[in-house]
Every structure is written in C-alpha cells, then in structure tokens.
Nanobody
Framework: QVQLVESGGGLVQPGGSLRLSCAASGRTSSLNYMGWYRQAPGKERELVASISPGGYTNVADSVKDRFAISRDNAKNAIYLQMNSLKPEDTAVYYC???????????????WGQGTQVTVSS
C-alpha cells in the first residue's frame, strides 16, 4: 500500500501563487507516474499535471502557462507550483500515484485526501 499526503493549499488572491506538495510513503518503489487532479464544485475531477520518475511531464492546456509540476524521487514527493492563479482554479486538489501497471487517467491508483485551493479577493 501507498499513502499520499498533500499540503500547501489555502486562500490566495487572484494573481497570486501557491505551491502544493504531495509526499508518498509505504511501497513507494512500486510507483510510476504521480500527479495532480482537481475537482471544482459541480464539476468532474480533471487531470491537471503528471510526472514520470524520470521527469517527463504532462500539463493540461488550460494551465500549462501557469502551473509547473516537479518531482523529488529521493523524498518520494511531487510538487505543483501554481502561478497567476484565477478564481476558476478554485478546487480541491488531489494527489494521485499509479504503479507501473496503471495509468494516471485510469480508475486505479492511490489518492491523497485532497487540499482546498481557493482563489478569491
């Protein structure tokens, strides 16, 4: 089993920045891609960004000019740097990790408990 713990969410004004962190523990040697989903009220959960152990990244078009994902394999952690935040970025952000037999877009994998990001003046 793998446990994921997110941190770094909060309230920020439009145009501000936040950095989310996700730390994995347990059977971390089984992990392949890790990434971030978000879910806004009344909307479906969407994949925001993902990163391979080797640092290959995928970032959603809607945020690619503002968000960046990074990974520290030694710490079993990933990060999401969010800049120029907009009210529409308000959502619960979830960390997800998958094994080598799973995909980020698929139904399986490990999830964190989520961290709230609110962008408001």
């Amino acid at each position: 089993q793998v446990q994921l713990v997110e941190s770094g969410g909060g309230l920020v004004q439009p145009g501000g920045s936040l950095r989310l962190s996700c730390a994995a523990s347990g059977r971390t040697s089984s992990l392949n891609y890790m990434g971030w989903y978000r879910q806004a009220p009344g909307k479906e959960r969407e994949l925001v960004a993902s990163i391979s152990p080797g640092g290959y990244t995928n970032v959603a078009d809607s945020v690619k000019d503002r968000f960046a994902i990074s990974r520290d394999n030694a710490k079993n952690a990933i990060y999401l740097q969010m800049n120029s935040l907009k009210p529409e970025d308000t959502a619960v952000y979830y960390c997800k990790a998958v094994t080598w037999a799973q995909t980020m877009a698929g139904p399986n994998g490990y999830w964190g408990q989520g961290t709230q990001v609110t962008v408001s003046s």
